[in-house]
């Protein structure tokens, strides 16, 4: 099962690509098969994938192969904390836009088991909640309750890196590290109920955070990819241990 994706949603659709022939036992029409041998395979993976984006947003590619759907998207539980000076947990969020995903500069190195790649997402749109403290600047920001917003330009640097293994006398991957490295160009905050619910310091504080968000951001990005990185990982290899490796790249 495909989950806990956000602006890196194609570290996992990627791995969709990779290991659907093991999961489904033949491929739904829709996805375009690349051989290890192809003289282009990162734009064979590449246009192969871009293709999906319809399958993705509605999570459906045959009536027999159904994943849950990008949009919107759900996410586990994100959390944070960075001492005194930061500590925050974002919850039941559904987030918007993941389907319009581009990724591009697709490295494959298929002797190593490595893939180097970029993702850009123009505009991610939130909700959700959130639990709050944090130092901003001179100003102790805390509270909690729902949170919504908007995310603008994300780029991700993402590597993966992968290893062989042997089951049942046939040879498997999986991913042994995966690194993700986020920039996001601007974000836009709503978080309700800050100062214990008081509107006027609600107020004060929302505007403080969006007239920072440069600051807000750079809170929150070491903690987010951690998160992401961690959850990629694990999901990602659930999906692997079902492909031998001819599965997924077949000659």
Do not use: H, W
Not at 19 to 39: E, F, H, T, W, Y
Not at 157 to 170: A, C, S
């Amino acid at each position: 099962m495909i989950r806990n994706m956000k602006p890196i949603s194609a570290v996992l659709v990627i791995g969709v690509f990779l290991s659907m022939d093991a999961v489904q036992g033949k491929l739904p029409s829709a996805i375009k098969v690349c051989s290890r041998n192809d003289p282009d395979l990162p734009n064979c993976i590449t246009k192969s994938v871009l293709s999906l984006k319809p399958q993705l947003a509605t999570g459906k590619f045959s009536d027999d192969f159904t994943i849950p759907p990008l949009e919107p998207l759900a996410l586990a539980n994100i959390n944070m904390d960075q001492g005194q000076e930061f500590k925050a947990t974002f919850s039941n969020l559904l987030v918007n836009g993941p389907s319009q995903f581009q990724i591009d500069n697709l490295k494959v190195n298929i002797e190593k088991l490595t893939f180097d790649f970029n993702v850009y997402l123009p505009k991610l749109s939130f909700r959700g909640k959130y639990d709050l403290k944090m130092r901003l600047l001179l100003l102790n920001i805390a509270g909690s309750g729902d949170l919504k917003g908007t995310i603008e330009n994300s780029r991700a640097r993402v590597k993966l890196y992968n290893e062989k293994y042997e089951k049942d006398g046939e040879t498997y991957m999986r991913v042994k590290r995966l690194l993700v490295k986020i920039q996001i160009e601007k974000g836009q905050f709503d978080l309700k109920d800050l100062f214990n619910g008081d509107p006027v310091l609600s107020q004060v504080g929302n505007q403080f955070i969006n007239d920072n968000s440069r600051l807000f951001l750079d809170e929150l990005t070491p903690g987010l990819e951690r998160s992401l990185s961690e959850t990629f990982k694990n999901t990602a290899n659930e999906i692997l241990q079902t492909a031998t490796m001819n599965d997924i790249f077949p000659e």
